[in-house]
Nanobody, 130 residues
């Protein structure tokens, strides 16, 4: 069993910044090995979509077209933590942001397509006011 806990959400004005964090905890009796990590988001009335994914060795990162140039994903593998730095926020970035994880050996494309996501976090609300 893997637990993902997201923090850092909140209310911010357009043009502002937020930094989301997600800590992945693996139960002591579990043999799950953390691989790619990522973020999805779901706006009210819309489907859940990928925002950013990072490979296990941080060599590969993917960002959606809508956030590229404004958001950055990074990870601290020693702490099993993934971050999403969000700058120049827009009202259309308002959504619940979910942290996801795949096991070691999973390709980042599998996470991006959500087919290979093994666990989801509970989500953190980000609200951007105009």
């Amino acid at each position: 069993q893997v637990q993902l806990v997201e923090t850092g959400g909140g209310l911010v004005q357009a043009g502002g910044s937020l930094r989301l964090s997600c800590v992945a905890s693996v139960a002591s009796e579990d043999t799950f090995s953390i691989g790619p990590l990522g973020w999805f988001r779901q706006a009210p009335g819309k489907e859940r979509v990928p925002v950013a994914v990072i490979s296990r060795d941080s060599a590969g990162t993917f960002l959606s077209d809508s956030v590229r140039g404004r958001f950055a994903i990074s990870r601290d593998s020693t702490e099993n933590t993934v971050y999403l730095q969000m700058d120049s926020l827009k009202p259309e970035d308002t959504a619940i942001y979910y942290c996801v994880v795949g096991r070691t050996g999973t390709d980042v494309h599998g996470i991006w397509s959500r087919w290979k996501v093994d666990y989801w976090g509970q989500g953190t609300q980000v609200t951007v006011s105009s």
